[in-house]
């Protein structure tokens, strides 16, 4: 059964870290790419960061970079997601997705072929 599933999500006061991660079953990151998107209030999905199936090179937004480390583990067909330095306005729900791809070229929704149900973070004091 093919099944992205979040866990990780919570509470946690500005400048502070979470690590979420998306367990994946039902496919191989050794042939899906996998990617983190997060919603925010009001605003449209956007990709943040995703780690290539091939040779596990990654790629981060701007609003990622520095603060956030995607990484995996491929025997536990599981992604991660570090966040350090949390901000007010990082609040929203995050989502792992996947698409067959050996690279991480892009953040475009319609291409990634499956997603996860999302996790909420709430960035707060």
């Known amino acids: 059964q093919l099944q992205l599933v979040e866990s990780g999500g919570g509470l946690v006061q500005p400048g502070g870290s979470l690590r979420l991660s998306c367990a994946v079953s039902?496919?191989?990151?050794?042939?899906?790419?996998a990617a983190w998107f997060r919603q925010t209030p009001g605003k449209e999905r956007e990709g943040l960061s995703c780690i290539a199936s091939g040779d596990g090179s990654t790629n981060y937004v701007d609003s990622a970079q520095g603060r956030f480390t995607i990484s995996r583990d491929k025997a536990k067909n599981t992604v991660f997601l570090q966040m350090n330095g949390l901000k007010p306005e990082d609040t929203g729900v995050y989502y792992c997705?996947?698409?067959?791809?050996?690279?991480?070229?892009?953040?475009?929704?319609?291409?990634?072929?499956?997603w996860g149900q999302g996790t909420q973070v709430t960035v707060a004091s």
């Open positions: 997705a996947v698409t067959l791809s050996y690279y991480c070229a892009n953040y475009v929704i319609y291409e990634y072929e499956y």
């Open positions: 039902g496919l191989s990151l050794d042939r899906y790419t």
